[in-house]
């Protein structure tokens, strides 16, 4: 409600009177609705609390992720202090953040499955529009318009199968369902078996996973950089919390049977992830592909199951979404610098230009990369115990693998940032604005802080993936 709230006077904003107040009133009525929000979600927590009949609930692993969602919602918003796309349409800017926002914190705490595909619509709706927002550019017109016809295909996919799944147990509710499962499998029930298969495939296109993420570098390249920094974190952690909700949550009992699936869907995303990047020049389509790989590894924690496997879900996301920001925080800065910004080659001698920015995306790289003490080993150590012990040891020995492949490319960019420069592209630099450095720097400093508070981190995501099981 405030989420949606705030972007209805967002909109109102972008209307007023006078430049600077258009310029900035949306962005800082979207900055106090977001505050006011995770204020909520903070005082709210310990408490499970049904609204809408059962339809929508507040516990901890939606209020943990609403936090998730707003704090990118927040990162991004800043980002865009100066961006191009956002000077003059501000209020549809924040808007449509705050729009694609609330979707996500209504799949994270669906109670039935009218509640899933609502949010799941909510929040594609608005990054379509959002994807083609520089209507004078033509990629930013193709992207869009690409993600518009993959994700209707996608939503297709998923409301065929939430409704195949309503009507093999008679009921939309989530916590009925898992009622009607208990104790069946998808060999005497293939009315179940199907449903399964359709709803997996839709939430594969909003994760990125493999087969399902054809889509992706391209549409990441198009749209504008702020833009794919939302896609790429918070879509992504909407898209595992939707598969923990009706997976881990509703069919524990069924575990055998589709927790093999999302192992393969897993070990595709991690080898196709893995090994594309290594060949890309462009960053974003690096980060892209780097994003598929990582919906594998976050995947195994699904696969697992359990707490264990939710909580170590729950933690990477955290940590993914910081050092993801952080990396495109340092392109968006790049690319208002020099033509072609968004490459790899732009990067080169980037960090003795500028030595905060360099340490910035040497700390993504390394987190993203699993270097040790960085959140980013942290989360990846947590996912590989949990398949260890659920005797899905193969399933880590893969993401170990695919770690390994990952240097590659990760220690590529930390290589070109650190290198001599070529010429004088690198010394071309200009002011951040204060929104925009703060933003780059606090994804750096979140990165660090979940590795020294790992613990009270843990503490908190064990009881979120605890609310995420209770009936």
Request: charged content about 15%.
């Given at each position: ?63 943990l992720l609403n936090i998730l969602f707003l704090a990118a919602a927040a990162v991004t918003i800043l980002l865009a202090w100066r961006e191009p796309a956002a000077v003059d349409r501000r209020g549809e800017y924040v808007g449509l953040i705050l729009i694609s926002a609330t979707g996500m914190m209504l799949v994270a705490g669906a109670g039935d499955l009218i509640m899933i595909f609502l949010g799941i ?351």
């Amino acid at each position: 409600m405030i989420t949606a709230g705030a972007a209805t006077l967002a909109l109102g904003a972008g209307l007023w009177p006078g430049r600077l107040a258009r310029r900035h009133g949306p962005a800082l009525v979207g900055m106090a609705g977001i505050t006011a929000a995770i204020v909520m979600s903070l005082l709210l927590w310990g408490e499970r609390q049904d609204s809408l009949g059962g339809g929508l609930r507040a516990d901890r692993f939606s209020l943990l992720l609403n936090i998730l969602f707003l704090a990118a919602a927040a990162v991004t918003i800043l980002l865009a202090w100066r961006e191009p796309a956002a000077v003059d349409r501000r209020g549809e800017y924040v808007g449509l953040i705050l729009i694609s926002a609330t979707g996500m914190m209504l799949v994270a705490g669906a109670g039935d499955l009218i509640m899933i595909f609502l949010g799941i619509e909510i929040l594609s709706v608005a990054l379509y529009v959002l994807c083609a927002l520089e209507v004078w550019r033509e990629r930013s017109l193709e992207s869009g318009l690409k993600y518009l016809i993959v994700g209707s295909v996608g939503a297709a996919i998923l409301l065929y199968g939430l409704t195949l799944l309503f009507g093999a147990t008679g009921s939309i509710r989530l916590a009925d369902i898992g009622r009607e499962l208990e104790g069946t499998s998808f060999t005497g029930e293939p009315l179940v078996l199907a449903a399964m298969v359709l709803i997996a495939a839709g939430l594969a296109f909003k994760a990125s996973a493999v087969p399902f993420h054809m889509w992706t570098p391209d549409v990441y390249e198009g749209a504008p950089t702020t833009v794919t920094a939302f896609m790429s974190t918070a879509v992504k952690a909407a898209a595992l919390a939707a598969f923990l909700r009706v997976f881990s949550g509703v069919m524990p009992d069924l575990q055998d049977d589709w927790s093999v699936v999302i192992a393969v869907v897993a070990v595709a995303s991690m080898a196709v992830g893995n090994i594309a990047a290594l060949v890309q020049s462009n960053m974003k389509r690096l980060l892209a592909y780097s994003s598929i790989a990582q919906a594998g590894y976050l995947l195994i924690g699904v696969a697992t199951g359990g707490i264990a496997g939710a909580e170590a879900t729950l933690y990477y996301l955290l940590a993914y979404a910081a050092m993801t920001l952080a990396a495109f925080a340092v392109v968006i800065i790049r690319e208002r610098e020099v033509e072609d910004g968004d490459t790899v080659a732009a990067l080169t001698g980037y960090g003795r230009a500028r030595p905060v920015l360099g340490v910035v995306m040497t700390v993504a790289m390394l987190s993203l990369a699993g270097f040790p003490p960085l959140s980013g080993f942290v989360g990846k150590f947590l996912l590989f115990g949990s398949a260890v012990e659920a005797d899905l040891t193969w399933l880590a020995i893969v993401g170990a693998v695919g770690s390994m492949i990952s240097l590659g490319y990760y220690l590529r960019v930390v290589w070109v940032t650190w290198a001599p420069p070529l010429d004088g592209a690198a010394r071309r630099t200009f002011a951040v604005p204060g929104p925009v450095g703060l933003a780059t720097v606090g994804s750096a400093v979140a990165v660090i802080a979940l590795t020294l508070l790992a613990s009270p981190v843990l503490d908190a995501c064990r009881g979120a993936a605890e609310a995420l099981l209770a009936p």
